[in-house]
């Protein structure tokens, strides 16, 4: 079975630091990686993908892509207490252009004043 | 503004009984799913459709069934409820090649 596992948490940091949210997942065939987050009792939403090696910025969000070593991970630089969620690693199967979806554990991130 | 939206929010339901969750979507995407969320186990895949009528396991399907008779609408069946299926049920759809889920506001199911 296809796995997505990412960093244990809970993670917690002070206001403006730079958070670290990591992933690694097992099939080697996947092309495509999204980070989801998920406010407390709200259903996630998406706030970046990557589909290359390297860096991908968009605002304080930078998404990280290493297929060699089936890694991916996501940095909230100036952390704000509104990043306080969950903040969910997925992988699209490489197998299906279905959208399938597989999904890390989560990592609960505090953003602490 | 797009939207999917299950039929109930909460629901508490007996060992045995057969509960229907619903999940309607205003998109016209082709692809729908359904996602348990556990505490610990972040969202697995119980079964998802890519068009009308036609559907495919997930990773947890044991327990469950599904039904698309019209592109909008997609349902999962528990034949008979069981404590272990207590959980939240989200729906999601996308369109064929992407990768952006759209998320209903989830079901919280639980069976005493």
């Known amino acids: 079975q296809k796995e997505v596992e990412q960093n244990s948490g809970p993670l917690s940091v002070p206001e403006g630091a730079i958070a670290s949210l990591n992933c690694t997942y097992s099939d080697r065939g996947s092309q495509s990686f999204f980070w989801y987050r998920q406010y407390s009792g709200k259903s996630p939403e998406l706030i970046m993908f990557i589909y290359s090696n390297g860096d991908k910025e968009d605002g304080r969000f930078t998404a990280q892509l290493n297929k060699a070593s089936q890694y991916v991970s996501l940095l909230i630089r100036d952390s704000q207490p509104s990043d306080s969620a969950t903040y969910l690693c997925a992988v699209r199967d490489g197998g299906t252009s279905y959208g399938k979806l597989t999904f890390g554990q989560g990592t609960i991130l505090t953003v602490h004043p | 503004d797009v939207k999917v939206t299950q039929s109930s929010r909460y629901l508490v339901k007996r060992t045995g009984e057969k509960v229907f969750l619903e999940c309607v979507q205003d998109?016209?995407?082709?692809?729908m799913f359904w996602y348990r969320q556990d505490p610990g186990l972040g969202l697995r895949l119980i079964y998802f459709?890519?068009?009308?009528?036609?559907?495919e396991k997930g990773d947890i399907p044991e327990g469950y069934s599904v039904s698309r008779e019209k592109k909008e609408r997609f349902s999962l069946i528990l034949e008979s409820a069981s404590t272990n299926q207590t959980s939240m049920y989200l729906c999601a759809s996308n369109a064929p090649g992407t990768g952006e889920l759209f998320f209903g506001e989830g079901s919280r199911l639980t069976v005493l």
């Open positions: 459709s890519y068009d009308v009528k036609m559907k």
């Open positions: 998109m016209d995407h082709e692809n």
